[in-house]
């Protein structure tokens, strides 16, 4: 298993979001975790990386305990991170912006002309102010830099989120092709169609509590089952 969450409980002060959530990813595996807003599918994501460290439970990222360690050392084993908000600095360019994301792991490097190669329009943005991109823009540089991370494991939160339908399919497409190199995915997702088309298996959270787990396919085939858990 690359990443394996183990019945955790996280807290921000006294409010209890997340009751016992469990869940995994494996090697080369596209995980989608879906549910209404305010759920805990975001916070599942800071308990991974640990912004928000769960108070019990345990969380192994490819064999490594990483409950209780610090956000950067979680980073560098091989975690990418692609925010719901971008996280991109408005003052740097983008290719300052990329750098920050640089790490080297155990895992697949990546050079800037793959990332070119993927996104074929960020070459011509590399010197561009980065508050002036659109929000398809920044969605590449947010990927782009998760990936020249190293990552084993890429943590999506809404990457479809305010975006045209056309980038949409483009997000979904890269989540494909890291796929296909052995990478990892977790995959929050309001746009549960979008996700449930690219994922291999899916868990859908109700008040901080997975409720049902299953293969992605079988819940785009069951339209009474998907109706009642996603409303869609
Ligand atoms: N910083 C915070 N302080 C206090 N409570 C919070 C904070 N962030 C989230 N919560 C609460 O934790 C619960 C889970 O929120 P979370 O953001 O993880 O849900 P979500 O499923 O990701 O929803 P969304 O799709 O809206 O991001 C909610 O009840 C929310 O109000």
């Known amino acids: 298993m690359m990443l394996q969450v183990d019945n ?8 209890q979001a997340l009751f016992g959530t469990s869940l995994s990813v494996g090697e080369g595996e596209v995980v989608a975790l879906l549910g209404a807003n305010g759920v805990g599918k975001t916070t599942t994501i ?4 640990g912004l928000t460290p769960p108070q019990t439970g345990r969380i192994a990222f490819d064999g490594t305990d990483i409950s209780s360690m610090q956000t950067h050392d979680i ?5 990418g991170w692609v925010p719901d908000d971008r996280r991109i ?3 740097l360019k983008v290719d300052q912006n990329l750098a920050i994301g640089r790490r080297k792991s155990r895992f697949r490097s990546w050079s800037l002309d793959e990332m070119f190669e993927i996104f074929s329009a960020l070459e011509h943005l590399m010197h561009r102010d980065s508050e002036n991109l659109s929000g398809g823009e920044m969605q590449m540089v947010a990927i782009s830099r998760a990936l020249l991370g190293s990552p084993g494991l890429v943590l999506f939160d809404e990457p479809s989120q305010g975006l045209a339908p056309k980038i949409v399919q483009d997000v979904m497409k890269t989540i494909r092709r890291l796929k296909a190199e052995g990478i990892s995915v977790l995959v929050v997702e309001q746009n549960a169609l979008a996700a449930l088309e690219v994922s291999d298996r899916v868990y ?21 089952l998907r109706e009642r858990l996603l409303g869609v």
Do not use: C, K, W
């Open 8 to 15: 955790i409980q996280t807290y921000y002060g006294e409010t």
């Open 46 to 49: 800071r308990s991974i990386l």
């Open 75 to 79: 980073v560098n084993l091989g975690i």
């Open 89 to 91: 600095f408005p003052t």
């Open 204 to 224: 859908v959270m109700a008040h901080g509590r997975i409720v049902h787990e299953g293969p992605a396919q079988d819940l785009l085939n069951d339209d009474v």
